[in-house]
């Protein structure tokens, strides 16, 4: 019992308002239902109306056709036919519409078969009359007119007549029976739908009513949450429901499109409202959340650009490499030229290491490039001269972003101007240094571009370090093919002396041969 007056209690509300239904759907029924009866009484009362009606009808075409015999009969005029001809007409269609009556309502209609078998041979009857009247056999008319046929008419019309405007009559009251019937009960029933349904709507009054105050405490509980956890505007709360609800989609709404703004690629965007006067408000709610996951998404997407712009610039220089690496001058001179253009630089100078026939190193300027202009100069600075003989020196990166006056110029159509920033890289692979490239240019190069500035001096002293191991190598085979070729020249004038010797040694024997022959010849031993 406790549990039901709980249940109750807990739902009153819905109680009341499924009591109001159940009403209301048992009056849209009985509505409908009362509806149809009424209709269908109307109809009834209609019919039987129209059935009494054609049947008073019938008597008076009767009436017309005797009284156009007879006005015929005495005044000879076409005009004086009228009302037989008006009956003739009107008649069958009246006829016929108590026919369909008699066959929907199911009511027997053999006596009324009768009586249009009769009604037909008094027309026929009326015809023979008019006939005669119009030949002036009055005689033979008169004894027409004493057989009294129209009597016989009649008593065969109240043959059918009689029960069937009865049952007309019958059909008319039951119906206005049923209508006030149905009337009646749409009184009751909207009597009742006031007894039940006052208390019913007073109950849901008084429950909305409290459900009013505690939806207000809920919407006040999350203006302040919505403050506390999405974004706080440093604006007085406002207690009106729709404001509440209003600024409650909005930041939804905010939310929502600061995430598509920044998942699309736009780390610009800002939260609405936000601003120096509120933000010691939003450190800890989703707007600071979320701002700071786009700051975080920038740095990522900026290192990924870096990433991804100093291996394309890795993998250009790479190829570059690759097609000048026989050469280390013009190696030193496309290099130079990629560089300048990648780091977005003014001028650059790569500086290669040389020794003299003293075996003297030193670094010589083997490529220089500015404004997209190459100059040919001759510069040659010794080991820890300047910066850039410093730098091969202590084989690390020196960049200076304060350059002073007179350093050097970067030359243009328009004039000169120095530098805002100059780097300089050790040419370095495998902890030898092959040179140094210095950059300069007019914007200050971060610290990635520094590495890539780096990493590609490094693939630079890596193939000046291959073409010179590679020129040392063909100068070494160069000697030795020379050294072959002299052997080989002097083994061929070697056998060419020993031929020749040779040559000589046989002639020498042939002439001693021929000494001794003389000599035997002559008797001598």
Known sequence: MIKLTAFFKKNIIYLAVIVILILMLITSLFA????????????????????LNKSTELIRWLNLMDLGVRGYALGKTDPLLDPFTIAMKGNPADMDTIRRIMEEQKF?????????????????????????????????????????????????????????????????????????????SNVIIQILLLVLGIPCLYIIFYRIRGQESHRQSLLLNLEQNNRKLVFDPGTPVN??????????????????????????????????????????????????????????????????????????????????????????????????????????????????????????????????????????????????????????????????????????????GLGDATPSCILIVPMKYSEKIEGVLELAGFTEWQEYQQIFAEKATEYMAAAISTVRATQKMRTMVEQMRAQTQQLHSQEEEMRQNMEELAATNEEMLRKEAEYINKLRAAGID
């Open 32 to 51: 409908f239902r009362n509806q149809r009866i009424m209709h269908e009484t109307t109809s009834m009362v209609k019919e039987a109306e129209l059935a």
């Open 108 to 184: 027997p209609t053999q006596n009324f078969e009768k009586y249009i078998t009769v009604i037909h041979e008094y027309a026929d009857f009326c015809r023979q009359m008019i006939a005669l009247a119009k030949v002036d056999s009055m005689t033979q008319f008169k004894q027409l007119m004493a057989e009294d046929r129209g009597f016989q008419v009649w008593k065969t019309y109240q043959g059918f007549a009689t029960d069937f405007v009865a049952h007309e009559r019958a059909l008319k009251e039951q119906a206005e029976n049923r209508y006030t019937a149905a009337v009646r």
């Open 239 to 412: 207690e009106d429901a729709r404001a509440i609800l209003d600024t409650s989609i909005e930041n939804i709404r905010n939310a929502s499109d600061f995430i598509r703004k920044i998942t699309s690629g736009d780390f610009g965007a800002t939260w609405p409202g936000l601003n120096e006067q509120n933000s010691t408000l939003n450190h800890e709610n989703l707007s600071a959340t979320l701002i700071n996951m786009r700051d975080q998404m920038k740095r990522i997407q900026e290192e990924d650009g870096r990433r991804i712009w100093a291996t394309e610039g890795l993998t250009k220089f790479t190829e570059l490499i690759r097609q000048h690496q026989d050469d280390a001058i013009a190696l030193a001179d496309h290099a130079t030229r990629f560089l300048v253009r990648y780091l977005e630089a003014q001028q650059a100078g790569t500086f290669i290491l040389q020794e003299d026939e003293a075996e003297n190193q030193y670094l010589e300027l083997t490529a220089c490039y500015a404004f997209d202009k190459k100059k040919f100069v001759e510069k040659r600075i010794d080991i820890g001269q300047g910066l850039i003989g410093q730098t091969f020196l202590e084989g690390s990166t020196i960049i200076m972003k304060a350059v002073p006056d007179g350093y050097t110029q970067i030359t243009s």
